[in-house]
């Protein structure tokens, strides 16, 4: 009986532990970018994932006027054709749709052409 009460406890605190990574989680992508979209006070990214599997998606990112590093980058990748990683703030990925919303970009890394 001791052994069930320190199993579950373990596994209680296992569980715990696992629904507090989440709420740091964020949404990580990387591709190339396939159009870019001004708005009044940000630019979307919209990002062809690397592998998309049998249905084709994009994932797309927003980036303030006020972050004009990675708004630069950004157009600067898409431009040269570079392949991009963006780290976003959505909680995780989306799994469904054409369009899935990945947040306001937090780190971009541009990845070099091959």
Do not use: W
């Amino acid at each position: 009986m001791k052994l069930n009460k320190t199993i579950l406890l373990i596994l209680l605190g296992l569980s715990a532990f696992c629904q507090v990574g989440k709420a740091n989680a964020t949404c990580s992508q990387d591709g190339n970018i396939v159009r870019a979209v001004s708005t009044v006070n940000s630019i979307y990214y919209y990002i062809a994932p690397s592998s998309t599997g049998i249905t084709p998606y994009n994932v797309y990112f927003f980036v303030r006027d006020t972050d004009m590093m990675n708004a630069n980058m950004l157009l600067a990748a898409l431009a040269g054709g570079h392949r991009v990683s963006i780290l976003g703030s959505a909680t995780s990925c989306p799994t469904t749709g054409p369009n899935r919303f990945g947040g306001e970009v937090q780190t971009v890394n541009v990845l070099p052409r091959y």
